[in-house]
């Protein structure tokens, strides 16, 4: 998709599926999608990816980029749910669900961040292709080693 013209300023299109699709901009736009008002999510998807407040007169011309935007996060939520992760009985009884509730995203940008060494800031500005495989890597490394801990257990019985 080639550039939009915006006054003097040019916007080039973001494609969401890219290594340009930050950790950042994907948690933003979670924020944006769960507004129940089509005109904010059309304007906060373009106040998000191009940190620019655009003006009814100029919808026209993000109208095909705004669409592509909403596919491609389509394809990201179709992902995302390989990631869903169904916590042990044990887990809720020692209150797993509370810690999703008081930190939210900030648990997984802490993991990263953690994990990689880096600030926090820094794990925003990862691509969100890497972030999305290491969760996925992460959530399948802990279903094997429950897997296994699971025959050791019942081998030794």
């Known amino acids: 998709m080639k550039a939009i013209r915006i006054g003097l300023k040019r916007v080039h299109p973001l494609d ?14 979670g924020e944006v999608l769960n507004t129940q008002n089509e005109v904010a999510i059309f304007e906060g998807i373009i106040r998000v990816l191009y940190r620019i407040n655009i003006k009814p007169k100029h919808y026209r011309r993000f109208y095909y980029h705004v669409k592509d935007v909403l596919s491609g996060l389509a394809f990201w939520v179709e992902k995302e ?42 794990a925003l500005k990862l691509p969100y ?20 801990h699971n025959v050791y257990r019942k081998k030794h019985k």
Not at 87 to 115: M, W, Y
């Open 16 to 29: 969401v599926r890219s290594d340009k699709f930050l950790l950042w901009h994907r948690l933003q736009l």
């Open 81 to 122: 749910k390989a990631l869903k992760y169904e916590p042990t009985p044990e887990e809720r009884q020692a209150g797993i669900d509370q810690i999703g509730r008081k930190v939210k995203e900030f648990g997984t940008i802490d993991a990263i961040a953690r994990r990689m060494h880096i600030s926090h800031d820094e």
């Open 129 to 148: 292709a890497t972030v999305y495989l290491m969760l996925l890597n992460d959530l399948e490394q802990s279903k094997f080693e429950r897997r296994l």
